[in-house]
């Protein structure tokens, strides 16, 4: 890792750990005027002893269904991970595909993004395939990955339209109308850029530069790679097991409602609204959504009528229990499991 990845690294974690000390230090300010209010004494008042009440109020069985619910999106993201490399003549074995995508969250959880490269570089050495082919799979896998992340916002924004518009309303000061006008300015300079991107790929290359063709030539290489769905032998399979993944990270999130009381008479369109908004948060670069994901789930149960206490509960759980100790669990067992089974 050199110097510019150790400072981007070391900004994105002070960033998340900013965010986590500063929701800390206003939970505590807040349960602390509540327990003012209700004539509780301030040394019988610590945010840290009602964290840990909660966790140890919360319905465990719930948590390992859920595990189970994460490892079926990853043995989805596996098979589909599988049909990638078919096209390319490689049939990897499963246990070498699954392993070193745990291993990839596992990295991801201090440094982020790096999970990726490991992903390709570890599949590459247990199965002889070139590490850029390996790369482009992912990449493939990933911008499959963002398509469907769009469509559940679509999805999210249209079944919970005022609770986005309250949000915005209240937090930004932004009008209806205004966020209208914002998607439309979106949706026209997307266009435009579609329009420039066409005409930069199509012009001849005489008179331009060598930077503007290795440009030119990345952008093409990449757009040739995408390509490779099409060359999927079963294709209503692999949109079958990416809709699996989507649909399993969802119910990570609406289940976990019913393992805590104060969240349990949440619906399911409240699931939706809280994991877009938690996806949102693993999204940022922090090692593993840390602070960001926290924030943004909290945001969104306090939209939907939780307390702030509550909330932040949720987010501790859900994030502790599964996010991180999930992928440190599965992440130590491929660790071991990857030498032992390629001898």
């Not at 003012?36 to 002893?49: H, K």
């Not at 924004?157 to 006008?181: G, W």
């Not at 960001?292 to 759980?317: E, N, R």
Request: proline fraction near 3%; charged fraction near 10%; include cysteine.
């Amino acid at each position: 890792m050199n110097f510019k990845n150790i400072l981007k690294y070391l900004v994105f974690l002070g960033i998340g750990i900013l965010i986590l000390v500063l929701m800390w230090n206003g939970q505590s300010a807040s349960y602390l005027a509540q327990c003012a209010q209700d004539g509780i004494p301030a040394e019988n008042c610590s945010l840290f002893d009602r964290i840990v009440m909660d966790f140890k109020s919360v319905n465990w069985l719930w948590i390992i269904f859920i595990l189970g619910i994460y490892m079926l999106s990853n043995i989805f993201r596996g098979l589909r991970w599988v049909q990638l490399f078919e096209p390319l003549g490689y049939t990897p074995r499963f246990i070498n595909i699954f392993c070193t995508m745990m291993l990839g969250y596992f990295a991801n959880l201090g440094v982020p993004r790096s999970g990726e490269f490991i992903r390709a570089g570890a599949i590459s050495k247990y199965e002889n395939i070139p590490v850029e082919q390996s790369f482009a799979t992912i990449v493939i896998g990933r911008i499959v990955d963002v398509l469907f992340l769009l469509l559940i916002l679509g999805l999210a924004f249209l079944l919970s339209y005022d609770i986005f518009v309250d949000y915005f309303a209240q937090n930004f000061n932004i009008e209806t109308k205004t966020i209208l006008i914002y998607l439309g300015i979106l949706i026209l300079f997307g266009v435009l850029g579609i329009l420039v991107l066409r005409y930069f790929l199509t012009r001849p290359e005489e008179g331009q530069s060598s930077f503007i063709k290795k440009l030119k030539g990345l952008i093409l290489n990449f757009l040739e790679g995408l390509k490779s769905i099409t060359q999927v032998e079963n294709k209503s399979l692999f949109w079958l097991y990416s809709l699996g993944i989507w649909v399993c990270y969802y119910l990570m999130t609406y289940l976990c409602f019913f393992a805590f009381e104060p969240t349990q008479h949440l619906g399911a369109i409240a699931g939706l609204v809280v994991f877009v908004f938690g996806t949102l948060g693993i999204v940022f670069p922090s090692p593993g959504g840390m602070g960001s994901y926290h924030f943004l789930v909290t945001q969104a149960l306090i939209i939907l009528g939780l307390s702030s206490i509550d909330s932040f509960s949720f987010a501790m759980i859900l994030y502790f229990s599964i996010q991180l100790f999930g992928n440190i669990l599965f992440g130590i067992f491929s660790l071991v499991t990857l030498p032992i089974v390629n001898r």
